[in-house]
């Protein structure tokens, strides 16, 4: 990777400007022996990459990338926990375990004056669009009652963490549009769940400070 060094405050960095990893694309490669790569571009140009691989019985992920910066070329090689929770679908859910704060998140993000992938709250990291606190969870919210919509014969819209979990198939629905709706549901459940879990890490740093 290259680039670093800008000198920018992490305050002030953009989710928007930085390189990350999504548990939700790399679970289709876990099965895989080998290492897998991932790169990101930028106006058309390579943008940086790493190569991963997922180890199932210690169960981390072990990333290695370079990383070059004003003090030269570093190359970097460690583990990131898994941790697996069930879903309202059947199966469970990866995400990864921040290795600051130990909490789960879906995404890591790799600021360019940071050399390691860490949660966008260890990172400080904000939206481009300013959002006051609280709206990125109602959003997430009203993507899956929407989602959940479409996907159903009775046009319910529940709420996240309320029955019913599975929609029923509208009648005269082919399988393979409403295996896509479900799909897509379960991508709007886990967004929904890693809104609250930053909810929920607000409001227990807020709450430290004021005791």
């Known amino acids: 990777m290259g680039g670093y060094g800008s000198g920018r405050r992490a305050q002030s960095t953009l989710v928007e400007d ?3 990893i999504d548990i939700s694309g790399m679970e289709k490669h ?3 022996k080998r290492w897998t790569v991932l790169s990101w571009t930028r ?10 691989k997922y180890k199932e019985k210690e169960n981390y992920i072990r990333l290695r990338y370079k990383v070059t910066d004003r003090g030269g070329k570093h190359n970097y090689s460690y583990k990131i926990p898994i ?5 309202y679908f059947g199966g469970k859910r990866p995400w990864f375990k921040c290795l600051r704060c130990g909490e ?3 995404k890591l993000y790799l600021p360019s004056s940071r050399h390691v992938f860490l949660c966008r709250e260890c990172h400080n990291l904000q939206y481009r669009s300013s959002r006051a606190s609280g709206d990125e969870l109602e ?4 993507r899956y009652r929407r989602a ?7 046009n319910r819209r529940p709420h996240p963490n309320r029955a019913p979990y599975y929609p029923e198939k509208p009648k005269g629905m082919h399988w393979e549009t409403f295996n896509k709706l479900t799909e897509e549901l379960r991508q709007r459940e886990a967004e929904w769940e890693e809104a609250f879990l930053r909810r929920a890490q607000e409001l227990r740093k807020e709450f430290s400070e004021v005791v």
Do not use: H, N, V
Not at 139 to 142: F, G, N, P, S, V
């Open 83 to 87: 941790e697996f929770t069930s879903c």
């Open 30 to 32: 876990f099965d895989s």
């Open 139 to 142: 959003t997430a919210e009203l």
């Open 148 to 154: 959940f919509q479409k996907a159903d014969k009775e």
């Open 104 to 106: 789960r998140a879906r």
């Open 18 to 20: 930085c390189r990350y």
């Open 43 to 52: 106006d058309g140009e390579e943008w940086g990459k790493i190569s991963w």
